[in-house]
């Protein structure tokens, strides 16, 4: 089995590459840690834990860190609902979050399981940050990071710039992606287009008459409407489940490459963007890995697996 560790500000699509990890068979979930970012920190645990409730699994949820390391808050309600999971209005779980702070368990079991347990990450990246600043050591510890986060091609979700996990904690961003992390970055750019889930796709979902197939469409419609009426695409982007989908099956990215890549921290309009230097132009070494392409219907096919 490998060891999975997924941090995340659970909101509806967090919620469905949560679901993707805990019904992937080879893969077992250690620990989810809970970090402010679409919705607030108490909310995103009450979404972590429902979620991991739904599929019938036990997987301790730690909460993190509730606010960014310097910045102001700033939700995603406007594209999650006010809930995360577009109003969906679900029992609360039964399950209370675990007592001991998500930074700390997350450096607990990166240290009791050395070179084992692959890294997650699903929103803002400060409980990384702050774990990193706690625990250098844990970077040598990590085999691979898969951050959903960052634009590659500059084409940000939030601002023109920049993509909403990066542009929430810039800094932490800034730590993580200079830390020595084995880290490879997708950006939001690959849950775009044909990668989003269109009418025929959301039909076949809701042919699979599952509770978690069910769940995978209703918590996403408010996200459904936002991205029709927001970004004029077809139908659901889902970018935490495509960065799962590589997490899981890494032949979904089917072209990355290591680039020096650092986050914009000081500017106001292109704060958080993540400038690759694909062409090496400032002759710095790589620092970690960018994900330039998927392979679309493998993506999906990894989705609809999780959820028959």
């Not at 080879?26 to 739904?54: K, M």
């Not at 990193?132 to 040598?140: E, V």
């Not at 992390?181 to 044909?194: F, K, Q, T, W």
């Not at 004029?232 to 890549?261: F, N, Q, W």
Request: negative net charge; charged residues 20%.
């Amino acid at each position: 089995m490998r060891k999975f560790w997924i941090d995340t500000d659970t909101a509806s699509d967090d919620a469905v590459a949560i679901l993707m990890a805990l019904r992937w068979p080879d893969v077992e979930v250690l620990g989810i840690s809970v970090v402010s970012g679409n919705v607030g920190l108490e909310q995103a645990s009450i979404n972590a834990r429902y979620t991991v409730e739904l599929c019938g699994a036990s997987t301790p949820v730690y909460d993190g860190a509730e606010r960014p390391l310097v910045r102001e808050i700033a939700d995603a309600m406007f594209f999650h609902g006010p809930d995360g999971m577009g109003g969906m209005n679900y029992p609360a779980p039964a399950a209370e979050p675990q007592p001991e702070h998500g930074v700390d368990a997350l450096i607990d079991c990166v240290r009791a399981n050395p070179g084992e347990v692959t890294l997650v990450t699903l929103g803002p990246l400060t409980n990384i940050a702050l774990a990193l600043r706690k625990a250098p050591d844990i970077a040598a510890k990590i085999p691979m990071t898969y951050v959903m986060g960052g634009a590659a091609v500059t084409l940000g979700n939030i601002t023109p710039a920049a993509e909403y996990n990066i542009w929430v904690d810039p800094e932490a961003a800034h730590i993580v992606f200079h830390s020595g992390l084995p880290l490879l970055m997708v950006g939001a750019e690959h849950s775009r287009d044909n990668a989003n889930l269109d009418d025929d796709d959301i039909a076949l979902v809701r042919s699979f008459d599952t509770p978690l197939a069910h769940f995978t469409i209703d918590c996403n419609l408010f996200a459904l409407k936002a991205n029709r009426d927001w970004f004029k695409e077809s139908g659901i982007g889902l970018p935490d489940p495509v960065t799962m989908a590589i997490a899981l099956d890494p032949d979904v990215c089917t072209r990355r490459s290591a680039h020096y890549v650092d986050v914009e921290v000081l500017s106001d309009v292109t704060r958080g963007m993540t400038v690759v230097d694909q062409r090496g132009v400032l002759q710095r070494d790589p620092n970690i890995e960018v994900c330039w392409e998927i392979d679309v219907p493998r993506w999906k096919e990894t989705l609809y697996r999780t959820l028959c």
